[in-house]
């Protein structure tokens, strides 16, 4: 693989150059360890198909979910009117995001505050590269008779819908696909949603990620393929709290994409 540059929009600006594609890398993205991993390898998949894309950078702050999902729709509204004025400052049209949750709020929440973008999830893009021949799953890893299960992201799937993209990806590995006992419209939450992620779980039976963990485990995958970068952390952590490491092995959409491809 050839050597990683990610532009800024600054640095473009600066040459008087537009991309094609913003990729809103989103907080987990920027700062959680798992989840840099999945950005560097949506950078890869666009580096490798010849899309002219950017980042924000430094300039890039947090798309307001956690705060309206808590409940703030002041700070959400003060958030949100930041990144949309340095958006449409910069004439951005079209984001891709490796976060559901930022997916969901740039493509619902910010029109009825003046930021109108076409936003595609990183498997909706890997979907279209799928379609248009430019992603084929050779030369890389073989996935081929490999037992995975994808996890519906709730803000993907019931959300908006987003169903058939992340399965399309996984459908042309050859792999042995298994759909888990409630997923899709049916699908249940990892846990972390609704800024869940942030606080201690209420008294109960059982944490939400350990119930989703039973329920992987049953259907005895070697991968669970993921989407959104809390459902990694709760999923990864449920898979640990069953020391099922060696066993089965928690891979989002892009890395499971970019090892097949040989990127």
């Given amino acids: 693989m050839s050597e990683l540059i990610i532009p800024t929009m600054a640095e473009l600006l600066a040459k008087g150059e537009e991309p094609e594609i913003l990729f809103w890398v989103g907080c987990a993205g920027s700062f959680d360890e798992r989840a840099q991993k999945i950005t560097r390898d949506i950078c890869k998949i666009l580096q490798h198909v010849g899309i002219k894309f950017a980042v924000l950078g430094t300039e890039e702050s947090c798309t307001g979910d956690p705060a309206k999902r808590a409940g703030n729709e002041f700070l959400f509204q003060m ?100 759909e888990l006992k409630r997923c899709k419209s049916n699908g249940l939450c990892c846990g972390a949603g609704g800024a869940q992620m942030f606080k201690e779980p209420e008294a109960g039976n059982k944490d939400i990620n350990i119930e989703r963990t039973e329920e992987i485990l049953a259907v005895k995958p070697q991968i669970v393929a993921a989407g959104c970068p809390f459902c990694m952390t709760m999923l990864s952590d449920g898979i640990k709290n069953f020391d099922k490491e060696k066993e089965v092995e928690v891979l989002d959409i892009a890395e499971i994409t970019v090892r097949a491809n040989g990127l």
Wanted: net charge negative; hydrophobic share 35%.
């Fill in 79 to 178: 958030q949100a009117m930041t990144n949309i004025e340095l958006l449409n400052a910069y004439n951005v049209k079209k984001i891709v995001t490796g976060c559901p949750h930022c997916f969901n709020t740039l493509r619902n929440e910010y029109p009825g505050l003046g930021g109108n973008y076409d936003v595609i999830h990183h498997s909706q893009l890997i979907q279209e590269l799928i379609n248009d021949g430019k992603l084929r799953a050779e030369g890389g890893e073989s996935f081929k008779g490999k037992k995975i299960t994808f996890h519906d992201p709730c803000y993907l799937g019931r959300a908006n819908n987003v169903y058939e993209a992340p399965r399309k990806a996984l459908e042309v590995l050859d792999a042995d696909l298994v």
